[in-house]
């Protein structure tokens, strides 16, 4: 059985090696760092160049946006890197609101560009306010012209309704399942379980954040990948070797790699 960590961010706290042997599970084969800055895109790069099955992603985080928009030159760097697999993480957050609203659409702009002119998918943040769906309506209109242009991409630590889950997927979007499954407040996260389509699922842990149970509270880290695959399987009443199986063949098929 092998599991694909789709999305987690390492942020340099040990050495890549060290790191790596203190996480590492058997049934954990693959990685993806994803980047939510200039430096920690850097990280994950280096971080994918250490690690054997692991790759990365380069972008701007919506909290960032303000921050780093004059950073956006020294993002080229990373273009034709060899383990460089999508652009991101990017996107909209209108729930904490740490950069303006208007510089976060600018910047996801920005980068949806670089994916198409790069030829990679684009790993999506979008969070709103409890019970407002703005982002999700901006998200999906941006994407939806991403989309027609011939863009790829997934909705990461997908935390939305299942009308909002089939919306994007009508869109050709991926979705990512994180931990927040197991949480026991997370009803809409296992009712969207049931409408994702087989071949758009995919499965993260966005560690450091978000532990799943029986670890919540806790410090995430990929290794912890195998309680998300064991509940999804549970809500979708198959076992977790057919999770494993799918969500990884889905993943190489976004990340378009060769299994």
Known sequence: MKLFDTHFHFY??????????????????????????????????????EIENSWFAAGIHPHSAEKEKNELKRFSEFRNHEKLVAVGEIGLDYFYDNS????????????????LEWQLPAIIHCRDADNKFDAYQDCHAMLSDFASDGGRFVVHCFSGTPHWAEKFME???????????????????RETLQVISDELLVIET????LAPVPH?????????????????????????????????KNAFRLFNLEQ
């Open 12 to 49: 340099g706290d040990q050495n890549q090696r060290e790191y790596f042997d203190a996480i590492k599970i058997p049934e954990l084969a693959y990685l993806l760092a994803a980047g939510g800055d200039f430096e920690g895109s850097v990280l994950a790069r280096n971080f994918a160049e």
């Open 100 to 115: 303006p609203r208007r510089c976060q659409r600018e910047i996801m702009g920005h980068f949806l560009q670089l994916a």
């Open 171 to 189: 869109l050709g979007a991926f979705l990512g399942i994180t931990g927040i499954v197991t949480f026991p407040k997370a009803s809409n996260i």
């Open 206 to 209: 966005d560690s450091p954040y």
């Open 216 to 248: 919540r509270g806790k410090t995430n880290n990929p290794g912890y990948v195998i309680e998300v695959a064991k509940k999804i399987a549970e809500e979708r009443s198959c076992s977790i070797e057919q999770i494993a199986e799918l969500t990884t």
